[in-house]
């Protein structure tokens, strides 16, 4: 994923504007959408702003290969008006992905043996069902 990408999504994840995000960078609205498009390419000095306003490290902004997955979890604070504060958390790793992937798994699995037992359970009710009839036929 392209810095610029990353940008318009943690951007969009945070509830600003690009209008909001140019005010704060001091520049016009025309050139910080050139950002988000790719048409520009920053200076490190107008990362580091943007890195700054989305309240991460510059690093996380664009230390990610293309190769690497790019997990957004943005959770809301207390609003103050209309605006919500949040905090982005960009991880570059797979290892949430992959805990992710082995809690599903295992999710999975859990449902095959419950669906089994309930399987074995309801045969075992229809086999009792059975004796009950064969016994109520012995008792007549």
Known sequence: ???????????????????????????????????????????????????????????????????????????????????PKSKVYISSSNSELEKQQLINELKDKELTMKDREINLQQREIEHLKEIITLMKKDAV
């Not at 790719?38 to 510059?58: C, M, R, T, V, Y």
């Open 1 to 83: 994923m392209s810095v610029n990408d990353k940008i318009r999504l943690i951007r969009e994840a945070k509830g600003l504007t690009q209008e909001q995000v140019a005010e704060k960078m001091e520049m016009s609205p025309n050139a910080y959408g050139n950002i988000e498009r790719g048409d520009n390419d920053p200076k490190l000095s107008k990362l580091q702003k943007i890195a700054e306003i989305f309240e991460i490290d510059l690093s996380e902004l664009i230390g990610l290969s293309e190769k690497e997955n790019l997990t957004i979890n943005f959770a809301n604070y207390q609003r103050n008006g209309k605006n």
